[in-house]
């Protein structure tokens, strides 16, 4: 069964419309939750680390925040260069599961 | 950034042919792991290391094995490749501390197995 789930798939933006992200967990024992970015034919980038609920990280346009089964990223008034893939990784009892990602596109 | 190159970036070879693919860092990190990544399925871990000699086994390990005998080297081999293996592998190293915190990952290798 899925530890980790990201929706939506896929979400389309116009520049300047905020949204969100969510990422649900179904495991127990979290140690921590992270969030990557990751452009095309790249590796990806490490944005947050989030280790409690209650817990919020911000980065430029980007918020992330955590509950007990999922975490939510926030982009508020994207620009075309937030269009990526947006990944969310699960540390739970010495494994690391990550979701299948979101893919961003923000359209100018 | 981190100074992780994976080498080679692309590679096409048959079915039942072993496959090494290296990864090497220039920053000293302890932790090293190697993920493949397929779509619908995200990325998935092979193979970590946690120091020089010691390795252990990730999610997706049958078919796979590791060496690193070297902090900056971590080799990863395809003992006879197949056509399930097809994938793109990343390399990731994290700092000392926290496993899995805070990785940099490498630009990746596509391996193609005909």
């Known amino acids: 069964e899925d530890q980790v789930t990201q929706s939506p798939e896929a979400l389309r933006l116009q520049e300047g419309e905020s949204s969100s992200l969510n990422c649900s967990y179904t495991?127990?024992?979290?140690?921590?939750l992270f969030w990557y970015r990751q452009d095309p034919g790249k590796g990806p980038e490490f944005l947050f680390t989030?280790?409690?609920a209650g817990e919020e990280k911000e980065k430029e346009r980007l918020k992330a925040t955590l509950t007990k089964k999922e975490s939510f990223l926030h982009i508020t008034a994207p620009k075309p260069e937030d269009s990526a893939t947006y990944l969310c990784a699960v540390w739970y009892d010495y494994k690391l599961s990550f979701g299948a990602g979101t893919t961003v596109t923000v359209r100018a | 950034d981190a100074g992780i190159t994976q080498s080679p970036r692309h590679k096409v070879t048959e079915t039942g042919t072993p496959v090494t693919l290296r990864c090497h860092q220039t920053e000293n990190h302890r932790y090293m792991y190697w993920y493949r990544q397929d779509p619908g399925h995200g990325l998935r871990l092979i193979h970590y290391s946690y120091g020089v000699k010691d390795t252990d086994k990730g999610e997706v390990s049958d078919g796979y094995s590791v060496s690193r005998s070297k902090t900056e080297d971590f080799l990863l081999t395809l003992e006879s490749a197949t056509s399930s293996q097809t994938s793109v592998y990343f390399c990731?190293?994290?700092?000392?501390?926290?496993?899995?915190?805070?990785?940099?990952f490498g630009p990746g290798t596509r391996l193609t197995v005909l």
């Open positions: 990731a190293t994290s700092t000392p501390g926290l496993p899995y915190n805070e990785q940099f």
């Open positions: 495991v127990s024992g979290l140690r921590g």
């Open positions: 989030l280790y409690s």
